[in-house]
Structures are given as structure tokens and as C-alpha cells.
């Protein structure tokens, strides 16, 4: 593609299995419709770069739900366009979404994949070699089930003012946080086996975070945490059941008001200097 791949509103595009799309240098895939990536096991659908990298996606505004089945995409850079910037490589805006048995990564942006006030189900999706955070989810809700995130050098799962599950799932070799949930989020998780990570399961700003039957192995800064880093909202809560801390020299940590129960124990809360713990790099970024 030497140039930008634009649908218009009111099309479904409809792209079949084994078909290759790449594109040049800055250019993107914009879609104002629906968009259906039919690709199969044997026969995936790959977006790639002619070069080094490429713009990337954006679906903004499709009046149905878009499909995406055993579709990669990869070397995005960000979109370029003078006057509009998105730094995710992947960015679905007011646009249902589902993707299955597909894999994003590899990119150069901000967040691999951002999807903002768009309902989402992942199953079997795999978010790999990121240079900052794998998904980013802002005011959505949905579920990520039998999902994979690995060598991402931000958080794995970041969302705000969202409601949404993860179950089935693995997670290893994060440098910033598994799971980050802030500005008055709800999630579950279930299932979850976390390895390698600075923080593993972090509570923000109102958010709730329930765990359980779930496992969180060598957590280099603090297996869990809660805290307020926006004082305009409030303490943050997590409550987890039947989960297994190892190789985890600091279980939790509690700042004043939040609450963290572990176990049927409740944490001892502490005065935490959020704004340094983060100017410092222990927090996160």
C-alpha cells in the first residue's frame, strides 16, 4: 500500500484468510465502517510494514461489531497525520470489537492496542514486544479470556473507567505493571498466572480489583497494591482469594484509606508518597 487504505462510513470491509496487506512508511488503515478479518489457522491475515514500520489501524465510529480471527498485526509507528495524533498502533474509537486466535505487537507506539468507549472480547489473542503498554482501555468494558501478554516493557493490561474481566490468562516479563486499573474501574480476574513483573495486580483511584484462583510469581517491586495517584477520585480497594504469592519479597502494599484483603486478611494500610514512589520509577511510569 503506497499511500493510506481508507473505507468510508456505512461499508463493511470484508478481508479473507491468507491475504497480506503492507504498508509504507506513516501510512494507515482507517476504516469508518465495519471491519471482518476472516483469516484461519493455517491461512492468517498479516498487517505489516513495507519497511521498517507503518502508521497503523484505526476504526472510529463502525455502526456494527468488528471481527478479527487468526489476524498479526505489527511494526506500527503511530499515527502521523498533521493536526491528528493517536499513539496506540491498533485504536478502535466508539467501535465494537472482537478478536480471536490473533497477535499484536512488535510495534513502536504507546500502546499496542487502544480501544476507548468500545465494548471488547479477546479470546486466545497474544500481545508481544512492546515497548510500553500491550492494551490500553479507556471508559469500555468487556472480558479477555485464554489471552497471552509477554516482554512488554510497560503495563500489560491498563485500563480506566472501565468494567471488564480477565480469565484464563498468562502474563510474564512485564517491566511495569500486569495489571493497572484506574479512575473508578471494576475488574475480575480468575485463572491468571503472572511471572517476571515489577508490580503484579495494581488498584488506582476508586477502582475495585476482585482475584482469585490466580497466581503472581517473582514480583520484583509488590505483588499488589493500592493506592490513590488522582486525588480528585479516591482510595482504591483489591480483594483476593486463593491467590499464590512466590519469589515476592513484598506481598502488598496498602496506602491509608485504600484496602487490600488477601487471603481473609486484611493488609495494614501505611502513608505513602505516591508522587515520588512514581518520580522514582517504583510505581511505574
Request: aromatic share 8%.
Amino acid at each position: 500500500m503506497n499511500g493510506d487504505l481508507i473505507i468510508p462510513k456505512g461499508y463493511t470491509l470484508f478481508i479473507p484468510e491468507n491475504t497480506s496487506l503492507r504498508f509504507g512508511e506513516g501510512n494507515i488503515f482507517f476504516v469508518s465502517g465495519t471491519l471482518e478479518m476472516a483469516g484461519s489457522e493455517d491461512a492468517p491475515i498479516l498487517l505489516t510494514a513495507e519497511g521498517e514500520n507503518w502508521g497503523g489501524m484505526v476504526v472510529l465510529n463502525a455502526s456494527g461489531t468488528s471481527q478479527l480471527r487468526y489476524v498479526q498485526i505489527e511494526k506500527t509507528a503511530g499515527i502521523p497525520t498533521p493536526g491528528w495524533v493517536l499513539t496506540g498502533g491498533v485504536t478502535f474509537y466508539e467501535s465494537a470489537v472482537e478478536i480471536s486466535h490473533s497477535i499484536i505487537g512488535d510495534n513502536a507506539t504507546e500502546d499496542a492496542l487502544n480501544v476507548i468507549r468500545s465494548p471488547f472480547e479477546f479470546s486466545y489473542v497474544e500481545f508481544r514486544n512492546t515497548p510500553s503498554d500491550a492494551f490500553d482501555g479507556d471508559f469500555t468494558t468487556g472480558s479477555a479470556m485464554n489471552c497471552s501478554f509477554h516482554d512488554i516493557q510497560g503495563d500489560a493490561f491498563d485500563v480506566s473507567g472501565s468494567h471488564v474481566s480477565i480469565s484464563d490468562s498468562y502474563f510474564a516479563n512485564i517491566a511495569d505493571k500486569a495489571i493497572s486499573a484506574g479512575e473508578g474501574s471494576a475488574i475480575t480476574l480468575e485463572n491468571l498466572v503472572i511471572r517476571n513483573v515489577n508490580i503484579g495486580i495494581a488498584s488506582k483511584d476508586l477502582s475495585l480489583v476482585r482475584v482469585s484462583n490466580s497466581l503472581i510469581d517473582t514480583a520484583h517491586v509488590v505483588g499488589l497494591a493500592a493506592y490513590i495517584k488522582k486525588p480528585q477520585y479516591g482510595p482504591a480497594m483489591i480483594e483476593a482469594n486463593e491467590l499464590e504469592l512466590l519469589n515476592t519479597a513484598v506481598p502488598a502494599i496498602c496506602q491509608t484509606d485504600s484496602e487490600i484483603i488477601l487471603n481473609g486478611e486484611s493488609i495494614p494500610t501505611e502513608n505513602i508518597d505516591v508522587d515520588a514512589m512514581y518520580t522514582q520509577g517504583i510505581l511505574g511510569k
